[in-house]
């Protein structure tokens, strides 16, 4: 392997090399030094060993390599067809395979851009791809005993008989553990069609759990670009999200942008480059899936997003979308309670400070006045700032808050009802709640729609009462304000259901 990339960087010799694989004749290549082989060895090492931090790694970057290789103009599904099955009965090796119909690759892109570390030519934006290092991770794969890579690919240019077209099968394959004890056959083949095809028999310990590592760092991946199968079932099916348009750095680019409530224990920030998970930032209560516009970099390995002028600039593109999309879905069971609690915490861990705050409060409701957990109240205070401070009120124990969540999708939704000693506005730098303990006609739970602070009542809106028009509602009502505020029942009716 240190031979043949070796052979590969020195032009005069490349051209000597391709020439040997084509006519079989192996006699006028020109020899390469110890010192060249020594150097790439050491490269060698590096790259197909130290770059990624998960075992698995390797099955995600010949995905990707096989969805840049969509060719361009390609109308239709476009899959990518990932298998793995247990190669012998005692399930000591497995075999993998990743296949694609993509662009394929001639003899000479086979060596240039295979072997050689760095070897690519993508540009940046359309493709995944970067640094030319992906695909040398695979080979870790195949450098034990009777382990191996066989890469067979054809780009369709070349004819073979039977309708077939020419191709080449590259086997990498190795004894002693080491990359530098790589060694790789090419040979022609004879192929159905223009793509190509990796397969990959290793050891069962080096493979880890590649189906799990799929889904979780490809499920958000666009569909529209690439269908990803495993075993024959869609990787890639959950939902895609909402496409917004961007403008970074003076270019419009995409967007996409998914969040949920589900019960799931893994609730996280996850970060998206071009499809493909690069960030999991974990949080409490909801999920939220950011896919990147292009220009968002990852570093290499693509374990982080690198925090550049572009990283910025698509950080205030989400807090511009998040309005937008607070409006699409903040009808959504359990979703405004989400963001309410969540947003100052995504911005937290998108290390980006949020943007026009007051348009985001209002969209959620923040212009009312809210009771929720003292601690929630001190956080929604120091994130929303002044404009919403002196609405939040924090409550002195949790069994407040429950007394008034129940009808309010998590928070208590209330509003100032009336004065009982006559003083018109709500009291400034009131910090904390506590409700009084009402017992209610049974059917409401036995909890009060009214909440008692020291001279004013509030009244939670989201209460079935409250919203009720049926006569036992409007006596429950009414008996709950006489016991709160001590008014007789005449006056009750005509202080609070006037016009009612
Ligand atoms: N399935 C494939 N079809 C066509 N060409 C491929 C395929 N797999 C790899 N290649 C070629 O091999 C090159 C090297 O792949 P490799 O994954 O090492 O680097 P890359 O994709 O360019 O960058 P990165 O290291 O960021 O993945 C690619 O640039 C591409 O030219
Ligand atoms: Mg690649």
Redo the contacts with the bound molecule.
Sequence with gaps: MSELVSRVLDKENLKATVNALETGNYRNMPPVSADSQRYVGAVLNEEVEKQFGRKERPAV?LI???I??KPSGYSGKYVVKVRRAEADLVGMYHNISVA?R????SLY?MLV??SVPF????KNGDY?????????SALQWGMNDNSSVTVT?SDGAEKAPFGKVKGWKAKFYGSDGKPTGLRCRIEPASLPGRG?RVDVVTNAYRVGRIGDYIAETLGFFDPERAVIEFNGQRVNDGPVGDRYNVKIMGKTEEMRIQMGVEQTKNHAVRLFSNGVLVETKPINGIDVYVDMPASVQPSIGRDELVQDRAYREAMENFWTIMLPWVETHRAEPGMTRALRDGLPKIADKLDCPMENKDILARALGLDSVYVCKTAEAGWLRDFFGDGISEKVYGTMDDTCVEEWTDYSGGWGVIEPLFNVIGISTVETGLKEIKVRDVELAPGYGGKSPFLRHKKKVYRNVNHPLVDGTGTAAKYALKGELKVLTGLTEESVEDDIFIGD
């Excluded at 993509?102 to 690759?105: A, I, L």
């Excluded at 070897?119 to 993508?122: L, M």
Aim: a negative charge; proline letters at 0%; aromatic letters at 6%.
């Design positions: 970057e990707l390599n096989s840049d290789a694609d993509g662009v394929g690759m892109d851009h295979l070897g690519t030519n993508k995944i791809g970067r640094f030319g290092v992906g695909f040398l690919t190509t």
